[in-house]
């Protein structure tokens, strides 16, 4: 094994490796989980077969077994215990933002928190959401009530439930700065409220992945601003991101984490990848820390393309890139 490969690998078995399990190494899930599943949640909220190609930002990934649209935490709790009764594997997703899914799909129960559990509520200066609730609506809430500290999320394409997931962050402001509580659902169904300072926040990461918690909802504590101030604020934000990033071409955001010192999309420029393709995914010349799908790429296209990325900075720099986009059924 060459010291690339090593470290390759050590990267790589940090990772959840339940996840990367292919959908071929895989049983489906049993018929008997999708029919308790629906006389639960009815047939419209449990669907069988769900192109995950439809569900996330990338528009890649075949089709999960069963995709679960609860619209409570009683219904999730519920969804969650027969998963584990059944021994079935199950996926917990917001809006697909952050996410590649395998060509062949998964066989397991990927479960969305959206749009069924994305109300949106503002009492004095603290802004409480559900988990399926988009940071841009949060965002639009909040500049309705005057509040501002959000501003750094109003672009950022993704749900609070995730946000909190990974801390998620723009332009020099953190989901930490200004959560108050998140609410969480243990894997044995319990809810707990976490104070913010027992979220452990670190640079995309929480306790929430460590601990298997599912995000419930957040209650965000803001400061009180003038509308007009934070509108301004918001408009130079979205000016920002239209002219440095690649927003017309589907992506998961920023591929790689950014490396301690230094700058993943650099970096990449550097190795003289800007442009790079392999099959339908290409590294975007408009800012190189960003894969894209420039017309029918695959999710074997992307892996491809990362791991040659991840190979030629390292040999040009030293710099191991480690991936921020998540996997499901697949591994680089």
Request: charged share 25%; net charge neutral; with cysteine.
């Amino acid at each position: 094994m060459t010291d690339l490969e090593e470290k390759i690998f050590r990267s790589e078995n940090r990772t959840d490796m339940e996840q990367k399990q292919t959908a071929g190494q895989r049983e489906r899930v049993p018929e008997k989980l999708k029919q308790a599943l629906r006389s639960r949640l009815g047939e419209n909220r449990v669907l069988a077969d769900e192109p995950m190609r439809l569900h996330t930002s990338f528009r890649i990934g075949g089709p999960a077994d069963l995709f679960v649209m609860p619209s409570s935490a009683e219904e999730l709790g519920e969804a969650l215990a027969l998963c584990r009764e059944q021994k079935a594997p199950y996926y917990i997703i917001g809006n697909g933002t952050n996410l590649l899914i395998a060509d062949e799909g998964w066989h397991g129960v990927v479960i969305q928190l959206g749009k069924q559990m994305s109300r949106v509520t503002v009492s004095g200066d603290t802004v409480n959401a559900q988990a399926g609730a988009l940071l841009s609506s949060i965002s639009k809430e909040a500049l309705r009530a005057s509040l501002t500290g959000f501003e750094f999320a109003s672009g950022i394409p993704g749900t609070i439930g995730g946000a909190a997931v990974m801390n998620a962050g723009a332009y020099g402001g953190e989901l930490k700065d200004v959560t108050e509580t998140v609410t969480v659902m243990t894997p044995d169904g319990e809810v707990r409220v976490l104070p913010g300072d027992r979220m452990q926040f670190g640079y995309r990461t929480s306790i929430v992945a460590e601990k298997a918690y599912v995000v419930l909802g957040a209650v965000l504590r803001l400061k009180e601003g003038k509308e007009e101030e934070i509108r301004g604020r918001m408009e130079e934000l979205k000016e920002k991101r239209v002219s440095k990033q690649p927003l017309d071409l589907p992506s998961a955001g920023s591929t790689f984490k950014r490396p301690e010192g230094n700058f993943a999309g650099k970096l990449i420029m550097e190795a003289g990848l800007s442009g790079f393709c392999v099959g339908g995914a290409m590294v975007s010349p408009k800012h190189c820390g960003f894969v894209v799908n420039k017309g029918g790429a695959s999710a074997a296209d992307v892996c491809e393309l990362m791991k040659q990325i991840r190979e030629r900075v390292y040999q040009s720099s030293g710099v191991l890139l480690e991936p921020e986009v998540k996997m499901l059924g697949i591994g680089l």
